[in-house]
């Protein structure tokens, strides 16, 4: 039997009367009209009304941009607000499960947690790409969710394309494509196939590339159906005026986030090539993402060290397949100056 949206979604949510909001259908009709209806403070400011629930000036640019439909798109305050609405539409707690594939985003696995979800922990091979053998062996009729993230945090790495495909065909539930660093690779979005696999989902966010993680803003693609039943759920005004209007901003300014991104990926490159001076890093994984992973001798050690020289970094030893890895987010220039001078100076 094929993926069914109806078969994967909670019982309490299909019956649910989702809130509707005071600006549900007025709120583009104008600014003569009179908003007496959500007992706002009637003195502008800029952000004395309640903000558009349905986000539709942002929408309409994002639509326009990734060549989809409005009605595909949902954004959120972050992309771990949507993730966290798609663990309550479509896990019933204490029954279903989902999979997920570390080492990989830490999220995953405290959503699960928080909605007392079974999470089926499939490790990545030790190229960091999923054993596809092992996963459908994990699946039962009351796996969900299945969790990718491409590229990967913390390693770095594409998803093979082809692999994502067999999943996407084999699997009857979601299979949600977490892109928060897809801006930094050499692939393309997922989003270009969302009208060939119904059980597709896509997240992004403004946190990465864009410059913007203060603002949270995160994006979810997928079918219309998907989308209105994340809809149903989310708090009515969950995304305010001041990150909606910034949002606007940041993502009408593609050629400032092109010059960016390309800066990051120079910086990356330098950073690559003067780690391998350091005699204490023995790999340094390949990345297509803002961040580098390396293997060092003595992960701890090395962490602590950093920080005395005031460089916060990240450990992500206790992750499956880390043992003794770093995560460096690349900075400016002038802080990987710093960071490669430490690594340097360290013995
Ligand atoms: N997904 C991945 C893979 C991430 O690394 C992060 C942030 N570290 C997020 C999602 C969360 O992003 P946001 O800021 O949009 O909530």
Redesign the pocket.
Known sequence: MGFNLENITRENIKGLKPYSSARDEYVSKGSEMVFLDANENPNSNGFNRYPDPHQRSLKSILANQKNIEESQILVGN???EILDLLFRVFCEPKIDNIITLPPT?G?YKVLAGINDIENREVFLNSDFQPNIDTIVANVDDKTKLLLL?SPN?PTGNLIEENKIKILLKEFKGLVII?E??IDFASATSWIDCLNEYPNLVVTQ?L?KAYGM?GI?L?MCYASEAIINLLKKIKPPYNVNVLTQNQAIKGVLNMAEVANQVAEILNERSHLQNALEEVPFIQTIYSSEANFLLVKVDDANKRYHQLLEREIVIRNRSKQPLCDNTLRFTIGTPEENIKLINALKAIK
């Open positions: 972050g992309s771990d985003y999220m993230c945090n977490d928060a660093y966010t946190s993680a949270r995160g």
